[in-house]
């Protein structure tokens, strides 16, 4: 009778067995620390620069641009003086409560209009880095934005989209 049959052997490993169950082990716990410490890192990308050009394009982007940055009074900017009524603090920290979670992108996807006004489609795409396990989730949403020049300066007549 071999000792594997033997009453209480059943359970008893071989080292073989027992050296690959603390490698699998081993493997495991470097896996969840490496998850669990890069959670909260992001790309550490730094931001863009604001556009310079005169276009409606650019006037929007540099919206998004200073939501990003939570750069209000810049974002403040950005708007003719007949529209700055429309903006006030507690709109600013909305606006920047959704944009400033996470990091974002945007793609112009059409401009129209003429010399005095336009509209300017644009994409925009936001990450979060608070699924499970630190994984990123992605949503898109596309806006028009509606822009005019006051002065000679593209400036936006509205404030920029939330939701």
């Known amino acids: ?28 716990l470097v896996a969840l620390v490496s998850v669990v410490a890069n959670r ?7 931001l863009p620069l604001y556009r310079t050009d005169n276009s409606p394009e650019a ?48 793609k112009v996807v059409d401009a129209a209009g003429d010399d005095s006004a336009a509209v300017v489609t644009v994409a925009v795409y936001r990450t979060d880095n608070r699924g499970f396990f630190g994984l990123r989730s992605l949503q898109a949403d596309q806006w028009t934005v509606a822009v005019e020049q006051v002065d000679g300066q593209w400036k936006l007549a509205e404030r920029l989209p939330q939701t």
């Open 59 to 106: 006037v929007v982007y540099n919206g998004y641009l200073a939501l990003q940055r939570g750069e209000m009074d810049q974002y403040e900017k950005l708007f003719a003086p007949e529209h700055w009524v429309e903006l006030t603090e507690k709109d600013g920290e909305i606006l920047y409560g959704y944009y400033g979670g996470g990091t974002f992108g945007l």
């Open 1 to 28: 009778m071999s000792d594997t049959t033997a009453p209480g052997r059943f359970w008893q490993l071989d080292r073989f067995t027992i050296s690959l169950l603390v490698l699998i082990g081993t493997l495991f």
């Open 40 to 46: 909260d890192r992001t790309n550490a990308e730094a």
